[in-house]
């Protein structure tokens, strides 16, 4: 990763002023790929739709002042409390989350798929997985992903490519004694229920690990 991400970004004074620039979103469509990607994290981490328990604009603006001083990124962490399954009786949600720092080399060392796909395409996919509307899975708080529907897809074509994307650039995985195929971009691995990308009407996506 050659550029960095403040290089991208308007001379801010705040990390009040960061955080609306993020929310407003105006960046969209003009950063695109990881770093895109990572901005919609942020915008997604203090949005009480996506998060249960969305971490405070005041804690969020108060990092976002370290990573203008240092130059590191923001990484969003489940607290340790909601690491080992099963959730507690009646859990129904209510996980919490903690901001950590890392480098920018540390915060994208993730897997790759196993046969890159042609850059135009990569930068289509991060386009998709940008602009649609991630939902925290609220009834499985103790297995923490998000989904995205096709039926909320205004673009429904775009929603059947990314599947397809999936599918062509995924390799497979265990959970829980089943395989699944992960598509990993950025952070992020997707995944879908179906074995057709036709049958696709909701595409799972979690963090992905080393």
Known sequence: ????????????KSGREFLDWIIEGSWMGNIEGPFGHYWYMIKQAVNPVSYDVPIPEETMCEALERTLRTGEMIDIEPDTEFLVPPPEERQLDGWTYHIEFVSADGYFQVETPPSPPEEIDQQRAFRFINNVEWHFAKTMPQIP?????????????????????????????????????????????????????????????????L
């Open 1 to 12: 990763m050659t550029e960095h991400w403040q290089d991208m970004i308007p001379p801010f």
């Open 145 to 209: 992903h998000w989904y995205c529907l096709l039926k909320e897809c205004e673009d429904k074509e775009e929603f059947l490519w990314f599947a397809r994307y999936i599918q062509a650039y995924s390799k497979p995985g265990q959970f829980y004694g089943r395989t699944y195929h992960y598509c990993y971009l950025g952070k992020y691995k997707y995944w879908m229920m179906d074995e057709r990308p036709e049958d696709c009407d909701l595409i799972n996506r979690d963090e992905a690990k």
